[in-house]
């Protein structure tokens, strides 16, 4: 089963506007970590926020884990056009070494 | 430095027939390998990986299978696919548990 549950399952909006994007899950984890995809291609890595932390920027990426309610945030400040793609998070569980995705975000930004 | 190669990117199969897609890395030792697969518009699904030659640990049953013969290659079976099987199909690798990955640029598989 899948243990990042991502929402909201699309989004769309204008140049410039804020995007956030949530994540759920449910096991105990050594870090959750966010990916990129875009149409037909495989993922890149954007950011990996360890179980200690509580926020990491990269950029114009901030993402926020809460551990307390098994949560992560993305949140992509003065988006452009060129971030229009699927955005998925990733849980790396402490017990084994499986790296399991949600079923990601589709983000569009419209010029 | 490290790049991991995955082919064919396309692929059309007739129903019944076999299928290898082959993964392999570049510029690192006993990766972390995984085989995911995702159907049109959906999340991915970790179907298989391996933490060392030989060792593999299957996710969902099915029809596939996979076999690491050497540290750094990957290898996705199927004796016959079934349409059910038709989706994109990634390879990814890390270091390590607690590291990031890097996936491969897909293969459609399309079964007819």
């Known amino acids: 089963s899948q243990q990042g549950e991502e929402d909201p399952q699309a989004l769309s909006i204008q140049e410039g506007e804020n995007a956030t994007m949530n994540c759920s899950y449910k096991t105990s984890i050594n870090n959750l970590q966010w990916y990129r995809q875009n149409s037909g291609r495989g993922l890149v890595h954007l950011i990996l926020?360890?179980?200690?932390?509580r926020e990491k920027h990269s950029g114009r990426l901030r993402v926020t884990l809460d551990t307390s309610k098994k949560s992560s945030s993305l949140l992509i400040t003065a988006s452009r056009a060129a971030d229009t793609a699927s955005y998925f998070c990733?849980?790396?569980?402490?017990?084994?070494?499986?790296?399991?995705f949600g079923i990601g975000t589709l983000l569009t930004v419209n010029p | 430095s490290q790049t991991i190669h995955q082919w064919p990117a396309t692929l059309v199969q007739p129903v019944g027939s076999p299928l290898s897609l082959e993964c392999t890395v570049e510029?690192?030792?006993?990766?972390?390998l995984y085989w995911y697969r995702q159907a049109a518009g959906r999340g991915l699904q970790l179907l298989f990986y391996?933490?060392?030659?030989?060792?593999i640990s299957s996710e969902v049953p099915q029809n596939l299978s996979a076999s690491r013969p050497q540290d750094r290659q990957f290898i996705l079976s199927s004796k016959k696919l079934l349409l059910s099987d038709s989706g994109f199909y990634l390879c990814a690798w890390r270091r390590q548990q607690n590291t990031e990955a890097f996936f491969g640029q897909g293969t459609r598989l399309t079964v007819v």
């Open positions: 510029g690192t030792s006993n990766p972390n």
């Open positions: 926020i360890r179980s200690n932390e």
């Open positions: 990733a849980t790396d569980p402490r017990s084994n070494y499986k790296l399991t």
């Open positions: 391996s933490v060392g030659i030989g060792q």
